[in-house]
């Protein structure tokens, strides 16, 4: 599978996986892939994000979600969200398109 270039306009759902077991300890997110062993953890900042992925939405709209929800400005906030959903795209757990 070829990965989407991710951009502000770029549009991110979560990939449905049967063999994904999902926690919460405390306010970070671990998961397990039974498929292929994947342990991928995300930090605080990384499991705000992954909450807003619950439903196909844009990054540009995790972003400004974020930016009601937290004193942050607008230039960190944006280049935060896109690395965490590059990663996340890496490891096939989210599914980037152009809209």
Not at 69 to 82: G, N, P
Request: aromatic content about 4%.
């Amino acid at each position: 599978m070829t990965e989407s270039v991710v951009s502000l306009d770029s549009v991110v759902s979560r990939i449905a996986d049967d063999t994904l077991i999902m926690e919460t300890l405390d306010d970070e997110v671990v998961m397990l892939r039974l498929q292929d062993g994947l342990c991928f953890g995300l930090n605080r900042m990384g499991s705000v994000v992954w909450r807003h992925l619950d439903c196909e939405i844009s990054i540009a709209g995790v972003c400004d979600a974020l930016l009601r929800e937290y004193h942050v400005d607008r230039m960190t906030c944006e280049k935060q969200v896109l690395a965490i959903i590059e990663s996340l795209q890496s490891e096939r757990l989210v599914l980037v398109r152009q809209p």
